[in-house]
Structure formats: C-alpha cells, structure tokens
Nanobody
Framework: QEQLVESGGGLVQPGGSLRLSCAAS????????IGWFRQAPGKEREGVSCMSNNDGDTSYADSVKGRFTISRDNAKNTVYLQMNNLKAEDTAVYYCAAAWRPIATMNWDEYNYWGQGTQVTVSS
C-alpha cells in the first residue's frame, strides 16, 4: 500500500528552524515529482515547494524563498523540507505529496499521494 508519512513538526519560536521529513512506503519516490503544501486555519491550501524527479528543478513560493529548502534522499525514500527563520505566518499544517510526473508543479491537484500532515506552529 502506497503511503507517505510526515514528521518533524512542532512548536518553534520566531526565527527558529524545523526540518520536516516525509517517508514513503509502497512506492519509489525517485520516480515521482514531490511537493510540500500547507494549509492554515481558514485559508486555502498553498504550494510551498516542489522538486522534479531528476532533482534538477525546484520551485518555492515567494513567501518562503531563501528560508526553506526542499531535498530528497532516494536511498531512504524520504523527502525533507528544511525551514529556517520561521515566521508566525508559517504556522499551518504541512503536507507532503508525490506526483506521477517528471516535472515539479505547485498545482496540488496534480498529486497522486498525500501524507496525513504535520502541524507547525511558530509562536513566542
């Protein structure tokens, strides 16, 4: 059974860092484009970052450029989102997703598999 499981969320002070992990089982992530999305209460789901399956193409939302970094470890079948200099407006549930396509996309409806989400709260 194909599954994505996120971890690494939590409570952090403004300016702090977190690294989210997303472990895949039942399929090989290196065959998929991957994405991170987030949804805050009362807001629509938004794309945060995505990476093509050849690791050569990444995209970031303007709001996180220079602060977040997406990466993958194919040997561990895991993807990561390193988040630095966190701000209160980064507070949301973060989801990883995998799309059966070679090119990265921020369109959430292009994704085939989704994790259950992990809460990130940035507050002093």
């Amino acid at each position: 059974q194909e599954q994505l499981v996120e971890s690494g969320g939590g409570l952090v002070q403004p300016g702090g860092s977190l690294r989210l992990s997303c472990a895949a089982s039942g399929f090989r992530l290196d065959h998929y484009a991957i994405g991170w999305f987030r949804q805050a209460p009362g807001k629509e789901r938004e794309g945060v970052s995505c990476m093509s399956n050849n690791d050569g193409d990444t995209s970031y939302a303007d709001s996180v450029k220079g602060r977040f970094t997406i990466s993958r470890d194919n040997a561990k079948n895991t993807v990561y989102l390193q988040m630095n200099n966190l701000k209160a407006e980064d507070t949301a549930v973060y989801y990883c997703a995998a799309a059966w396509r070679p090119i990265a996309t921020m369109n959430w409806d292009e994704y085939n598999y989704w994790g259950q989400g992990t809460q990130v709260t940035v507050s002093s």
